[in-house]
């Protein structure tokens, strides 16, 4: 069981960073916060958008950020989430993270490979 922040944040990150080979860019890339876009032009609810945002990781006060655009894009992909995911997700789509076990991490990695498969069915990647 990791607490440590710094650990907690670079082992989410090491989960993201294989998708800066498959369609996103990141546009930060710090000690404390990683994040990953789409920089396809498309057309989202009738905008015309150049960029969309997939996930990032951030370390806050308090606990580790881990952001994923794809649970507010498309509410229904909470039913794919475990409960012990589901609870750490505040707002719409900010999970905050104190305590990361491989459990955790497992659904994370799960979210992140249901998060890439929905970005590419709707063209965003």
């Given at each position: 069981m990791k607490t440590d922040f710094v650990e907690i944040f670079q082992t989410i990150r090491a989960?993201?960073?294989?998708?800066?080979?498959?369609?996103?860019?990141?546009?930060?890339?710090?000690?404390?916060?990683?994040d990953l876009w789409s920089d396809k032009n498309v057309v989202i609810e009738g905008r015309k958008r150049s960029e969309v945002f997939f996930a990032s990781v951030t370390i806050q006060k308090g606990h580790v950020g881990f952001y994923y655009m794809p649970v507010y894009a498309e509410p229904d992909m909470k039913r794919i989430f475990d409960p012990n995911l589901l609870k750490l997700l505040k707002g719409k789509s900010c999970f905050h993270i104190k305590k990361l076990d491989d459990a955790l991490m497992s659904e994370i990695e799960d979210a992140l490979a249901a998060g890439f498969k929905l970005y590419k069915e709707r063209g965003w990647v």
């Open positions: 989960s993201l960073q294989p998708y800066a080979t498959v369609g996103f860019s990141n546009r930060v890339n710090s000690e404390t916060s990683f």
